[in-house]
């Protein structure tokens, strides 16, 4: 909702100030108006979810609350303004991002750089819990609250009401914040970046969006100054830009009388600034097309035409209207589905959909991605398939697969509402009104769409899809490439035009199938039945040696979460055959025997199922979400994968063509570039952690895979775990239908000693990775090698530790020196791999800053070996995760990775139970002595910089070197 409609909402309840009463005090029925008006509900026939409060305050100020009890004693809020980069001018480019970081800065009543540490202090951690960011045309500030205790939420309303009119911008604080907004800038610069600017240049050239990205532009934020900053804060944050949100466990009533005691004094300290034009769309622009040449980025092409601007209510008729028309758009993106899947379609992916555009124009446009040279051809292949729906339009088993996937979809919203995740149900209410949307309930949108859908039809389908349609007929291209420029542009749009010429047949018809695996044998017998009463495990083994382990909750209504494990998985990886596994990431698309993945779409449409099964680091598996009723199905799929996967081709080929655009990026940014090559570096090139050349991936087949995995498929030790709103007894009998009933396996995990052999290299000379980003791009990177997780009182004081670290590479990179964005600080100790683990921190930096850095790195590392942390630092360090730690119990997503292994690493239970315990026990001392035990060594330090420099320093340009 936009500016233009708060103040309509203030007519209706400012009177003179001296003549202004409270909420309570004023005529009901005027102030229900009031916020009928301010919310948007005048204009709708919908009613608006019972459950939240809505209200606004005299100062025009709007405020949401509703009560949730999941997690449990926890809130979440979030204060949004109605201000983004749009509404800057061009000499302010930038400042309602720089704004936002000035907000954890320092206020009238918060010294500067202690906003933060108090919420670590009450267990938030900053980034996880304390958040910002600034879009086009908003600015937002979260607090995930872990207790709802009366003190932390009046410090959470106190520190938002700072943030609404008492941000300090102080000309030292703003200089010092100032080189961490730049740095978020250099660490966002990207080849992603820099062709969504081009593509909005072409594509919105009168509108202001290509040269209003919220990070700014260096220029200005290099120069902008604090007075500057200070003006546009009080200009754009003001009440009646404001929006606070609130959604926990809290009382509506006294939390509503918080917050109009918290914000009903806040005024506008320079009035209601104007709304921003931002520019125009072009409805009359004749058809051209452009193009955004790099050699990291994928073929893809936008093929986009403009309408008039739909000022669309939301209404019970609209949005019936929606529903036809969203059915519409799934039939097509599941033909396309099939086409890709199919194996034989030139595009590697695509989309076709119609939405606003910031409120200027109305667009619908078809995406297209492609192998290198083949976008011409991907592009008219996917015209054909946009065509040949609005021609034929849809059959009644497209449509009622649809229809079937929304009926379960909100079927299982209403089941679940109760368990709703707080930030789930905010972030909910903020989108719906920037969207010009009511929040309803989910009982309330059941009904609409059961009124609805009775009377759905394929023609209804292709009317309602037509009529929101802008045509295609002469369209504006847009696409990327790694070479070719406007030429190879014109090459594409020459054969999107061709191609509409041509004739298309109409679809297929799909034949009828039922799902195949349904009976596996017989039944399997239970040889031990026990509980683990503590924890409330119960643990079930079969004759067969399938173990199974349940935990019934209700933490999520109506949800089950599956954990499905057979020993293995990358383990099976050998030094001499290093990407045996690989295929898996795509073995689920290869379908089943009887099915292809198309076929179970179909069969199984309006059920909640998964068909996810993948290697992890020691097993063959699947972790998987259903719903009660549909447990025994989901049983049946896995096991159904597990005794008859279909291996087809086409799955592989799918993946093949994927390839040159992966390898294309590998060292496209400082990231990329890090990620590809640190494997090999820490573990001395051994090729199981080292990427694989592209023809050695390129020529492995099912065939291949099928070899390495059939036999622990067949006999390797299973173990199912099944956390949810369940009756054990009913999933015992699912299981013993289903993995029960299949041929006996191993009891014990098998040993893989020699691929558990992993190496921390000994060569601790500096390394340096290449990458092709910008030149001014680095990251600088310490590793320190320290062992597996057997010992584990030593791996929660490192992972301390490492949280220790990360407050002070924050507190002087970022906050100090003004060097970084992100530093980040990590332990990881494995359970997989014998003695191997390490401990790194570092960040990205500018090239030029390196040795600076380097040497603050230094001294942090030294000053951590020969002094304590701070009692301050630990408690800032532990708060967050002890709050968590209280969360865990009533998570399931938590207690499935206990239960998934109940039965075989009986010390993950133990380390369950002790886990607070040994946290809270920690002491500065024995940080310092970890400090001593691992950061003593002679650490390994990797610089990623860009291959110009790399060529400079090193003198050659492989991807990453020794240097000494």
């Known amino acids: 909702m936009r500016v233009r409609q708060y103040l309509l909402a203030l007519c209706l309840i400012l009177l003179p100030l001296a003549a202004q009463a409270e909420p309570a005090q004023q005529n009901a029925a005027q102030y229900e108006e009031a916020v009928r008006s301010a919310w948007g509900f005048d204009k ?8 939240v409060r809505f209200g606004v305050l005299e100062n025009g100020m709007r405020y949401a609350i509703r009560h949730n009890e999941y997690p449990e004693d926890t809130a979440s809020i979030q204060l949004v303004f109605d201000v983004g980069s749009l509404a800057e001018t061009d000499d302010e480019r930038g400042a309602a991002h720089f704004v936002e970081h000035m907000a954890f800065n320092g206020s009238t009543n918060v010294p500067e750089g202690e906003m933060v540490k108090i919420l670590e202090r009450f267990g938030l951690a900053f980034g996880a819990d304390t958040n910002a960011y600034t879009s086009f045309d908003r600015t937002a500030y979260t607090l995930e609250l872990p207790n709802t205790s009366e003190e932390l939420i009046d410090t959470a309303l106190f520190l938002l009401r700072e943030t609404a009119s008492e941000i300090s911008f102080t000309p030292g604080a703003v200089d010092r914040e100032r080189g961490v907004v730049l740095a978020e800038m250099r660490t966002r610069d990207s080849y992603g970046l820099r062709s969504f600017i081009d593509e909005a240049a072409f594509l919105l050239p009168d509108t202001k969006i290509a040269r209003r990205l919220p990070t700014g532009t260096q220029k200005v934020v290099g120069g902008i100054t604090a007075e500057e900053l200070k003006q546009f804060y009080q200009r754009y944050y003001t009440p009646a830009r404001a929006m606070l949100v609130i959604v926990g466990n809290v009382d509506i009533d006294a939390l509503t009388t918080k917050v109009e005691n918290s914000f009903g004094d806040w005024r506008p300290q320079k009035g209601e600034a104007a709304i921003v034009d931002y520019g125009s769309v072009a409805l009359d622009r004749p058809g051209a097309s452009g193009a955004f040449i790099d050699p990291a980025i994928g073929e893809a092409a936008a093929i986009v035409a403009f309408g008039s601007n739909r000022e669309i209510p939301d209404t019970l008729q609209t949005r019936r209207e929606a529903l036809l028309r969203s059915i519409g758009y799934r039939i097509i993106t599941r033909r396309i589905g099939r086409a890709i899947r199919s194996g034989d379609a030139p595009f590697l992916s695509a989309s076709f959909d119609s939405t606003e555009v910031f409120d200027r124009a109305y667009k619908t446009q078809l995406t297209v991605s492609a192998r290198d040279g083949q976008l011409p051809e991907a592009v008219a292949a996917a015209e054909k398939i ?8 849809f059959t009644q088993q497209e449509t009622e ?16 509402a109760e368990t709703r995740r707080n930030e789930t149900l905010a972030e909910q209410i903020v989108d719906a009104t920037y969207y010009k949307r009511l929040v309803t309930s989910p009982e309330a949108r059941q009904a609409r769409f059961e009124r ?13 899809l037509k009529s929101d349609l802008i045509d295609l007929a002469d369209p504006l291209i847009h696409i990327t490439a790694k070479s070719g420029g406007n030429a190879y542009a014109e090459d ?20 009828n199938q039922q799902f195949a695996y349904t009976y596996f044998g017989r039944e399997g017998e239970i040889v031990s039945d026990s509980i683990i009463e503590d924890l409330g495990i119960r643990t079930v083994r079969f004759s067969n040696n399938v173990r199974l382990n349940i935990k019934p909750t209700q933490y999520e209504k109506d949800r089950v979460r599956i954990s499905l494990r057979i020993d293995g998985g990358e383990l099976v990886n050998t030094i001499d055959n290093p990407h045996g596994t690989a295929l898996l990431r795509v073995f689920s698309n290869g379908g089943l025997e009887a099915h292809s993945l198309d076929d179970l779409l179909t069969i199984l449409a309006g059920k909640s199922v998964s068909f996810n099964f993948d290697a992890g680091a020691d097993y063959f598996g699947s972790y998987v979400t259903t719903t009660t009723e549909n447990t025994l199905l989901q049983f049946q799929i896995l096991a159904a994968y597990l005794t008859a996967p279909g291996y087809r081709d086409s799955a592989v080929e799918r993946y093949r063509k994927g390839f040159d655009n992966y390898y294309a990026r590998i060292e496209a940014t400082p990231d990329a570039a890090l990620g590809t090559h640190i494997g090999e570096i820490i573990s001395d090139g051994d090729p199981r952690f080292t990427l694989a050349p592209q023809d050695e991936l390129e020529a492995l087949d099912f065939n291949d895979l099928r070899q390495i995995v059939s036999e622990p498929f067949t006999r390797a030790p299973l173990e199912i775990g099944v956390v949810g709103d369940i009756d054990p007894d009913v999933i015992i009998a699912d299981v013993a239908k289903t993995f029960g009933a299949l041929p006996a396996r191993e009891s014990n995990s098998r040993e893989y000693a020699d691929q558990r052999q992993r190496s921390f290299t000994a060569n601790r000379s500096t390394r340096y990775i290449a990458h092709d980003g910008e ?46 964005y992100s530093p980040s600080a990590s332990s990881f100790m494995s359970s997989v791999y014998d003695d191997f683990g390490y401990l790194t921190f570092g960040s990205a930096v500018d090239f030029n800053d390196r040795a600076k850095v380097r040497e603050t790195m230094r001294d942090i590392v030294a000053e951590i070996i020969a002094s304590p942390a701070t009692e301050d630092e630990l408690l800032r360090a532990r708060k967050p995760i002890l709050e968590r730690l209280k969360q865990r119990e009533t998570s399931n997503s938590s207690w499935i990775a206990i239960v998934d292994e109940a039965q075989t690493d009986k010390e993950a239970l133990q380390r369950y139970r002790i886990l607070p315990e040994v946290i809270a026990q920690v002491t500065v001392d024995d940080l310092q002595q970890e400090a001593r035990k691992w950061l003593s060594q002679e650490p390994l330090v990797v610089e990623v910089i860009h291959r110009q420099e790399y060529a400079r320093i090193i003198g050659t340009s492989p991807a990453a070197t020794d240097a000494d």
């Open 401 to 416: 697969e649809q229809v079937a996937n929304y009926r379960n979809a909100i079927r299982n919203a209403v089941k679940g």
């Open 775 to 820: 030149p001014h791009q680095a990251i600088l990177r310490y590793y320190w090698p320290t062992a597996d997780d057997s010992d584990f009182a030593s791996t929660i004081r490192s992972s301390l530790l490492a949280k220790v670290l990360q407050l002070r590479l924050t507190d002087i990179l970022r906050e100090e020196l003004g060097s970084s």
């Open 492 to 511: 594409v749009r020459s054969a999107y035009l061709a191609s509409r010429q041509l004739a298309v047949a109409p679809p297929e018809q799909g034949a």
């Open 452 to 464: 609805v859908a009775q009377d759905i039809t394929p023609e209804l389908v292709l009317e309602a």
């Open 44 to 51: 709708s026939d919908l009613e608006p979810d019972p459950a």
């Open 386 to 393: 946009i065509r040949q729906a609005l021609q034929y339009g």
